[in-house]
């Protein structure tokens, strides 16, 4: 039986102040959420704020983002050890605001996902298709381009420590809320793809599902047999909200 799992991406949003609040309103509830898995992905500076607030509650944390090296000349980035050092538990790859807005493709994306798991990391591996792609009806050769690209760099068992976000763009930030039954079909989808590689893995993998999703609808997300849970934008802001999410998978 796999368990729910819903993460809080965070995004570009957030500031000492704002993030103290929206920390202590979700550990104030988080032990009434049963047995769902919950995690915040704070923006990097804001990550050894949140380990400290959050150390010993239920809550993990990680990154929204991470390099594909470890080390070296590589201006800006953040890398997988370092984050490993501020107990972060997730790291999310491949999200489609990095593949569209900072052109990272396929195999770049391969790469921080084995740079993730290297140290220890679990990545957030996200997929998902355009609105255009689904108008094409190309959203299952995106989607399994998308997984191909790491299960040729890592293997399918490297999906033992990894979690899957099926994040379909055109319900990203827009209100429109994949139904559950077009969702369930892409989670299943990915997972009969998996099992015909390996049936265990696929049978273990947390696929969680993102866009849109609300206390007011995350119920009846989780309750289909193959989403485990969501990866959360705009609503994991609000500490209430968050948390009606959060015990929608209880
Ligand atoms: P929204 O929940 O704001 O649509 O964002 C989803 C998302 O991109 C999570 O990674």
Not at 11 to 40: H, W
Request: glycine share 10%; aromatic share 6%; with cysteine.
């Amino acid at each position: 039986m796999r368990q729910i799992l819903v993460a809080g991406n965070w995004k570009l949003n957030g500031s000492r102040d704002s993030i103290e609040q929206l920390i202590s309103g979700i550990v104030a509830g988080a032990d009434k959420t049963g047995s769902t898995q919950i995690a915040v992905c704070p923006p990097f500076v804001y990550i050894p704020q949140v380990a400290e607030r959050l150390a010993g509650s239920k809550v993990a944390w990680g990154s929204q983002d991470v390099s594909d090296q470890d080390s070296g000349a590589f201006t800006g980035e953040v890398s997988a050890p370092m984050l490993n050092e501020f107990n972060c538990t997730y790291a999310i790859v491949g999200h489609s605001e990095r593949r569209s807005l900072y052109a990272e493709d396929d195999a770049f994306t391969a790469r921080k996902f084995a740079a993730a798991r290297k140290a220890g990391l679990i990545p957030i591996l996200c997929v998902g298709e355009t609105l255009e792609e689904r108008e094409q009806g190309v959203t299952e050769s995106v989607v399994a381009r998308q997984l191909d690209a790491v299960i040729n760099l890592e293997g399918v068992e490297a999906l033992n420590d990894a979690v899957i976000a099926y994040e379909p763009v055109w319900a990203i930030g827009t209100g429109k809320t994949a139904t559950p039954q077009q969702a369930q079909d892409m989670h299943a989808f990915i997972r009969g793809t998996l099992a015909g590689l390996n049936a265990g893995v696929a049978d273990k993998v947390q696929i969680l599902y993102g866009g849109s999703v609300k206390g007011a609808n995350a119920a009846e997300l989780f309750a289909m047999a193959d989403i485990d849970g969501g990866l959360i934008g705009g609503a994991s802001l609000d500490a209430s909200e968050f948390l009606t999410i959060c015990s929608a998978g209880a």
